[in-house]
């Protein structure tokens, strides 16, 4: 069995006890325990090699769980994979000292704030902090913060921009972290296009720094107020993009476009424009390469082509069609975009940037258009 008779009567002790979380540390070979009165901890005395002692560890614990001595069951790694462990079996999970069992746990939808302090004893890291910032239930709860707190000290040492995006695109959920981190994650963005386009996933209308409304926003609010009001997709677009929120966030774009660091961060890009302008394409993703998108929004804005919402618009306030036309192109920003320049393209930093330079460089016109400097 690889187990000592002490370490068996020792780790019997401790499933007596009624842990809310076991943790085994194979390099030290020591098994935790967490209990209402602290941790406890049980070190092992391997008969022959270690990993055989840690299987039978397992199985030990599986066995007075779950009453399957196998070990971390089949059919629970299938279920959990599949979505489809029940909460009540969420605490089962914990007491496994299986890393498979506690992501599961995490991932779970019926994940509790109790059971989530406990899973982050059982294996705290970044990913497992992610999945956990995933569920609102977490970030109302008191793990919320704990949670935030570990993936802003650790956004310094992720090496994935993607990792990154979605890391501050958590953090900056309501209540989390406060204005003076919030403060200090932006200025770092400055040299982190990753950090950006997280920012304008959580906070699209709420972006540190602001810059002033357009120049020419009020003089527009009058004639478009009152349509958008009325409930005019088009118009309440328009008032968005001239206000003060919406030049900041179109600022920041331009700024993540001019000098995306990978292939995926543009992507993620793309993904948050098309939701922002998603109003002027209730259809969803067209996924249409750049010309067919160009084509789509003069089309969308030409006088007597335009839905009436548009037409609408361009009767209260004469010259809006470049600007609805430039929304229009953007609600349609996809994968297809990029398909042509990129194809099976695995290039990264400056060789990306000079093969989406025909992407891109139309792309910030049009968000130039919408700042107001054409």
């Known amino acids: 069995m690889g187990l000592t008779s002490e370490d068996i009567f020792r780790l019997n002790v401790l499933l007596a006890n009624k842990p809310l979380a076991i943790r085994i540390d194979e390099s030290r070979m020591i098994v935790w325990g967490l209990s209402e009165r602290g941790e406890s901890k049980v070190p092992l005395h391997p008969e022959g090699r270690p990993e055989h002692c840690v299987r039978s560890v397992r199985e030990l614990i599986s066995g007075h769980i779950l009453g399957s001595p196998g070990g971390y069951p089949v059919y629970l790694r299938r279920w959990t994979r599949m979505g489809q462990m029940r909460d009540e079996s969420l605490e089962q999970l914990l007491m496994l000292g299986e890393p498979e069992a506690v992501v599961a746990a995490v991932c779970a939808p019926g994940l509790t704030d109790e059971l989530a302090r406990r899973a982050w004893w059982a294996m705290g890291d970044a990913e497992n902090a992610r999945h956990m910032l995933a569920n609102p239930a977490i970030v109302a709860g008191k793990m919320g913060r704990v949670l935030a707190r570990y993936l802003l000290e650790f956004l310094p040492f992720e090496t994935e921009t993607e990792k990154m995006t979605a890391s501050v695109r958590l953090i900056l ?141 361009c009767d209260a306030a004469p010259g809006l069609a470049p600007e609805i036309s430039a929304m229009r192109l953007l609600s349609g920003l996809g994968y297809g975009v990029l398909r042509p320049v990129l194809r099976d393209s695995t290039a990264i930093g400056s060789l990306m940037r000079r093969k989406l330079q025909p992407v891109i460089d139309p792309l910030l016109e049009q968000i130039d258009r919408l700042r107001g400097k054409q």
């Not at 990978?262 to 249409?288: E, N």
């Open 173 to 313: 959920q309501p209540g989390l972290i406060d204005a003076e981190d919030r403060l200090s994650l932006w200025k770092k963005s400055a040299r982190k296009q990753a950090y950006l386009v997280g920012f304008l996933q959580a906070l699209p209308d709420d972006l540190p720094q602001p810059v002033p409304a357009r120049t020419d926003a009020e003089d527009h609010a009058r004639h478009l107020r009152p349509l958008a009001q009325a409930g005019n997709p088009c118009a309440a677009l328009l008032l968005r993009v001239r206000s003060s929120p919406g030049q900041t966030f179109l600022k920041t774009l331009a700024t993540v476009l001019a000098k995306p660091p990978t292939q995926d961060l543009v992507q993620a890009t793309f993904d948050l424009v098309r939701a922002y302008f998603s109003p002027l394409r209730p259809d969803g993703d067209p996924d249409l390469p750049l010309a067919a998108l160009v084509q789509d929004a003069q089309d969308y804005a030409r006088a007597g082509n335009s839905p009436e919402d548009v037409r609408a618009c």
